[in-house]
């Protein structure tokens, strides 16, 4: 029968030994060989756009990558989305809802108006462009409605 | 309750339960929001509900879990909390930055990283506040003249859960690397260390409640916590698959959060058997409803409810959907909201002398909330099922598939105020035991000695 002396070195052992074995991943995963999300095109826009984002939680309505609110739309890809259904007027759209002093209401779901200024608004837009070339390991084939992969075929 | 310092838990609890009934208002502005009226958005929009929804329970929680520790600590270590006055410090000073950080989300004043809003500024003063409140517990802990599992587990999970807040203050350019660490703090917290404090709290209540012998809870206590990171810490892979890192995550992260739900499985399966094994029939019968209650609810929370859309093959479509909110719910209810409720349930007839072991309205507080959860799961696994469907596989248009999802959102309203009816029946039993008083003591060792 399992001792408490026993049950405790597994606690301590297990926890050191999946610890080593994360921080070892991390450390390899996060190498630049393995960069899947092209951090040399990290432009000034780019971090001037994500500061934006983070600074009116965007991220509280909106998913990106996936990760959100589940409120209001992916915008991993959403240029290209966009895109389609303009006529390759994506960045313009984007800028416009951002630039606007009321609130966009696709189907009565309100967005707040953000009032940007157009180098805001581009800042927003340079970001959305990085996070589009990131390699998310198939999850870009399977948003809605029509991912880049999938427009490409 | 044994030291009169362990009366201070009970105003911690008392924040957590003001917080939590915050928290409710909020989700059901989140909850209509959804179904189509969003009346308040200009004074509340969406981004700040959710804010203030996920914060809150992020608070109440910790005070509760403070609170815990502030009642088990210096009864498990033997000896007064080194000092009553900081800890009201640290209770005020708690509060404080709560009240500002909420405040400040109605002003778009937060950082906008999911679950970890609350501005760098006040960043800071929460580890600071954190400091003081650790500082508390190890020097009672130090000072006491007994070290016990129970006790070093609980202040293990308290301590590891401050330490992990500091990855999520490091500032990224790349939202890549931004995610990849802010998962350090939130999956680490909730499916790591928050289990350690979880069952820190569960082998308290078993020890006081079923009699059986601190040294076969404890033995048991220190597999559950290894199965948690053993799974735990490399599953935190499964946040990694979709966000642009190394595909080695699929694997890695598949593997073991797919073995995740055996640390609930065996907290179940532990709370069960110490139950039946008990010969002490303590008569405090709500705290043993919701302490068994905490761990099988859990076990289908977090266990069986994180396990069905785990796999990165399922994650692949589910990943950003309501399916997450719907696992999220029932797993932080039953892990974490309900091992709360346990614990106060279990200290405030010794901390006020009242004891209401067993009322109809403590029963019917935990029956009504419990069914009032697990519908509002439903309703959220419905409408996150129809989801993927609908947007991922028939690739309709996001905001089309939303208004279809509307009538899900009616009924989890209509569950959620089922659930807002038994949390309601519970804060009204908790305050019907008026506040704590030195007198519970010689009341509680008059029964002990009966």
Not at chain 1, 10 to 39: C, K, N, P, R, Y
Not at chain 2, 18 to 36: D, T
Not at chain 2, 171 to 181: E, G, I, R
Not at chain 2, 296 to 304: C, K, M, N, P, Y
Request: with cysteine.
């Amino acid at each position: 029968m399992l001792s408490k002396k026993q049950a405790r070195a597994f606690f301590l052992g297990g926890t050191v030994v999946t610890f080593l074995i994360f921080i070892g991943l991390t450390v390899f995963s996060l190498g630049e060989a393995q960069d899947q999300s092209h951090s040399e095109n990290i432009t000034e826009a780019v971090v001037r756009g994500k500061k934006l984002w983070d600074s009116n939680n965007c991220m509280g309505c909106h998913t990106i990558m996936g990760e959100g609110g589940y409120y209001a739309p992916e915008l991993t890809k959403v240029i290209d989305r966009l895109n389609i259904r303009y006529d390759g007027a994506g960045k313009e759209v984007i800028k416009s809802i951002l630039k606007s002093p009321t609130p966009w209401e696709p189907h009565g779901r309100k967005m707040v108006a953000y009032n940007m200024s157009e180098e805001e608004a581009s800042d927003i837009v340079a970001f959305f462009d990085w996070i589009d070339d990131i390699d998310l390991n198939g999850f870009e084939t399977v948003i809605s409605p029509l991912a880049k992969d999938k427009t490409n075929n | 309750m044994k030291y009169k310092s362990q009366k201070v838990a009970y105003w911690f609890f008392a924040l957590s339960m003001l917080l939590l009934s915050l928290q409710l208002i909020y989700g059901l502005i989140m909850g209509f929001a959804h179904a189509g009226m969003d009346g308040l958005h200009e004074f509340i929009p969406f981004n700040t509900a959710k804010a203030v929804h996920t914060n809150l329970l992020v608070v109440w929680l910790l005070s509760g879990f403070m609170g815990a520790a502030y009642y088990i600590i210096p009864e498990e270590a033997q000896h007064e909390l080194v000092s009553v006055k900081l800890a009201y410090v640290q209770l005020i000073s708690l509060a404080l930055v709560g009240v500002a950080a909420i405040v400040g989300y109605h002003f778009n004043y937060w950082e906008g990283r999911k679950f970890l809003e609350i501005p760098r500024p006040l960043d800071y003063l929460v580890v600071v506040n954190v400091l003081l409140f650790m500082g508390l517990i190890l020097m009672t802990l130090f000072k006491g003249k007994r070290k016990t599992t129970t006790a070093l587990v609980l202040t293990m999970g308290l301590l590891f859960a401050a330490l992990l807040y500091l990855p999520g203050m490091i500032h990224f350019d790349s939202q890549v690397l931004d995610s990849f660490f802010r998962w350090w703090v939130v999956h680490l917290w909730v499916e790591g260390v928050w289990e350690l404090i979880m069952g820190g709290i569960l082998s308290f209540l078993l020890i006081k409640l079923t009699g059986v012998d601190r040294e076969v809870i404890e033995k048991w206590l220190y597999v559950i916590v290894g199965l948690t990171f053993l799974s735990g810490i490399l599953g935190t892979g499964h946040h990694y698959y979709y966000i642009g890192v190394n595909k080695i995550w699929l694997i890695v992260g598949g593997i073991f959060s797919a073995l995740e739900p055996l640390a609930f499985l065996a907290m179940a399966l532990f709370a069960v058997n110490m139950y039946r094994k008990g010969e002490k029939k303590h008569p405090n019968k709500t705290a043993l409803l919701w302490t068994i209650g905490s761990a099988i609810v859990s076990f289908v929370g977090a266990g069986l409810l994180g396990f069905a859309h785990t796999l990165p093959q399922t994650n692949l479509y589910t990943h950003g959907t309501i399916v997450t909110a719907m696992h999220g719910h029932l797993a932080f209810w039953g892990a974490y909201a309900m091992i709360v409720f346990a614990i106060i349930s279990y200290a405030l007839p010794n901390m006020t002398g009242r004891k209401f072991y067993d009322t109809s309205r403590g029963r019917m507080a935990f029956w009504i909330s419990n069914i009032g959860m697990i519908g509002m799961t439903v309703a959220f696994g419905v409408a996150g099922v129809a989801q993927v469907y609908m947007e991922r596989k028939m690739k309709m248009d996001f905001m089309t598939v939303q208004k279809d999802l509307e009538v899900h959102f009616w009924v989890l309203i209509i569950m959620a105020t089922m659930f807002i009816v038994g949390i309601t029946l519970y804060i009204i039993e908790f305050f019907k035991h008026g506040q704590p008083n030195d007198e519970a003591l010689e009341i509680n060792e008059f029964i002990e000695n009966q």
